[in-house]
């Protein structure tokens, strides 16, 4: 599996962005997006078990994220709406590499990366 991001940008605070994720080979169980702040670690911040598009996100971005996936293209998105000024750093779309997925992300093994795109919100 190989990973493309793109849709990163520089938004005012309130604005909204749409990230996408283009993957190549097969298709992963779990999928997932995280975002590293400058001088920070890489959290993630959503992750979907595409089997059956269960979500889940962290609290900073709860209500106002949404992780999606359009199977035929074989693409992820994050739509991002209500930007904050905290939300500015590089975002990855992941692929878990591991074995089988039985019950969602759960202990998933985000072993694929893309090459991350910036998000900037002033």
């Known amino acids: 599996v190989q990973l493309v991001e793109s849709g990163g940008g520089a938004v005012q605070a309130g604005g909204s962005l749409r990230l996408h994720c283009a993957a190549s080979g097969l298709p992963s169980a779990c999928m997932a997006w995280f975002r590293q702040a400058p001088g920070k670690g890489r959290a993630k911040i959503a992750s979907l078990y595409t089997i059956s598009s269960i979500a889940d996100y962290a609290d900073s971005v709860k209500g106002r994220f949404t992780i999606s996936q359009d199977k035929a293209k074989n693409t992820l998105y994050l739509q991002m709406d209500k930007l904050k000024p905290e939300d500015t750093g590089m975002y990855y779309c992941?692929?878990?590499?591991?074995?089988?997925?039985?019950?969602?992300?759960?202990?998933?093994?985000?072993?694929?990366w893309g090459q991350g795109t910036q998000v900037t919100v002033s």
């Open positions: 992941a692929a878990h590499s591991g074995g089988p997925l039985w019950l969602g992300c759960a202990g998933a093994d985000f072993g694929v």
